[in-house]
C-alpha cells in the first residue's frame, strides 16, 4: 500500500513537472507574432533589452515579497550568470534578428527542431547514448530544418535565409543553456535562479541595444503593450515554469513540449499576421516534429 502511495505521488510530482513546461512552452509560442508586433516601435536588440529590463524589475519585486533573496555560492552564481548569457542575451539576440528577417511560421517550424540538437548535444557532452530510432530522429528533425530554410532561398530571399540560420544557431546555443540551468535548478527557488539569470541577460544586452540607438522611436501604445506582455509571460512566468520543469525532466524531454510551438505558433502567424506556408514549410515541419518525436523517445528520469 505504502509503495502504490509512493509511486501516486512521484506521478502526480512529474505531472506537474511537465504540465509547468507545457505551459511554458505554450507562452513561449506566442512570442513570435507579438515580437513582430513590437518592432513597429522597437529594433530587435533594443526590444531585448527592454523585455528582460522589465522581466529583471518583476522577478526582483518577486524574490523580496516571497523573501527568497539570497546570495548563490560563487561557483552557482557564475553558473546562473553563464545561464543568463546564454539563455537571455545570446539566444534572443540572434532569435530577434532572426525573427525579424524571416517570417514569424518560419520561425516557429525552426524552433520545433531543438529537442532534436539537445538530444545530439546531449551525446556529445554527456555520452548519453543514441539509439538508432534517435538517431534518425535527430537526422529527420535536421533534413526538415534544411528543406524550410531551403525553401527560405528559392522563394523568401537571402534576408529569410540568414534569420533561419541565425534561428538554427540559436538552438544549439538554448541547448547549452538547458544544460547550465539544470545543474542550479535543484539548490535554488524558481525566481532566485531565474533572477539571477535575466540580471545577468540584461546586462549583458545594454551595450548591444546602444548599438541601434539611431533606431530608437517614440514607441506606439500597441508596442508598449505587447513589450510588457513579452516581458511579464514570454520572460519571467515561461522560464521559471521552465526552469521548475527541469528540475524533474532531462533536457531532452523538456524541449519534445517544443513539438507544439509550431502547431501554436504557426496558428497565431496565419490568423493574426496573416501568414501563409510555402510547401515547403510544410514538408520540412512536418518531418521536423516526426523527427523530434522520435529523437526524445527516452525513459523516464527518476525523480531525486
Known amino acids: 500500500m505504502q509503495t502504490n502511495i509512493a509511486d501516486t505521488g512521484l506521478r502526480h510530482t512529474r505531472t506537474l513537472y511537465l504540465i509547468a513546461a507545457l505551459i511554458a512552452i505554450m507562452l513561449w509560442s506566442t512570442s513570435f507574432v507579438g515580437t513582430k508586433i513590437a518592432y513597429a516601435s522597437f529594433p530587435p536588440l533594443t526590444l531585448g533589452a527592454a523585455r528582460f529590463a522589465i522581466a529583471s524589475v518583476i522577478l526582483g519585486v518577486i524574490v523580496a515579497v516571497r523573501r527568497e533573496f539570497a546570495l548563490p555560492a560563487r561557483r552557482d552564481l557564475g553558473m546562473m550568470a553563464l545561464s543568463g548569457l546564454l539563455g537571455t542575451t545570446m539566444y534572443f539576440a540572434l532569435e530577434n534578428i532572426g525573427v525579424q528577417l524571416t517570417t514569424a511560421s518560419s520561425a516557429a517550424l525552426i524552433v520545433a527542431s531543438y529537442p532534436a540538437v539537445t538530444a545530439l548535444l546531449e551525446f556529445f557532452f554527456y555520452r548519453t547514448r543514441i539509439s538508432w530510432m534517435r538517431g534518425i530522429g535527430i537526422a529527420m528533425a535536421i533534413f526538415g530544418v534544411y528543406r524550410i530554410s531551403g525553401g527560405a532561398a528559392q522563394q523568401g530571399g537571402e534576408h529569410e535565409l540568414t534569420g533561419n540560420l541565425l534561428l538554427i544557431a540559436a538552438g544549439f546555443v538554448f541547448a547549452v543553456y538547458n544544460f547550465a540551468t539544470r545543474k542550479v535548478v535543484g539548490r535554488y527557488s524558481m525566481a532566485t535562479v531565474s533572477f539571477y539569470q535575466t540580471i545577468a541577460g540584461t546586462i549583458a544586452f545594454i551595450p548591444l541595444a546602444l548599438i541601434e540607438k539611431d533606431q530608437w522611436r517614440m514607441p506606439t501604445t500597441e508596442s508598449i503593450w505587447m513589450l510588457l506582455y513579452l516581458g511579464l509571460f514570454c520572460s519571467v512566468a515561461a522560464f521559471m515554469l521552465?526552469?521548475?520543469?527541469?528540475?524533474?525532466?532531462?533536457?531532452?524531454?523538456?524541449?519534445?513540449?517544443?513539438?507544439?510551438?509550431?502547431?501554436?505558433?504557426?496558428?497565431?502567424?496565419?490568423?493574426?499576421?496573416?501568414?501563409?506556408?510555402?510547401?515547403?514549410?510544410?514538408?520540412?515541419?512536418?518531418?521536423?516534429?516526426?523527427?523530434?518525436?522520435?529523437?526524445?523517445?527516452?525513459?523516464?528520469k527518476p525523480i531525486r
Open 242 to 300: 521552465y526552469n521548475y520543469g527541469l528540475r524533474g525532466l532531462t533536457a531532452g524531454t523538456a524541449m519534445a513540449l517544443m513539438n507544439l510551438v509550431p502547431i501554436f505558433g504557426v496558428a497565431l502567424s496565419i490568423t493574426v499576421l496573416g501568414e501563409a506556408l510555402r510547401p515547403g514549410d510544410w514538408i520540412g515541419g512536418s518531418i521536423v516534429i516526426l523527427g523530434v518525436i522520435l529523437s526524445v523517445r527516452e525513459k523516464k
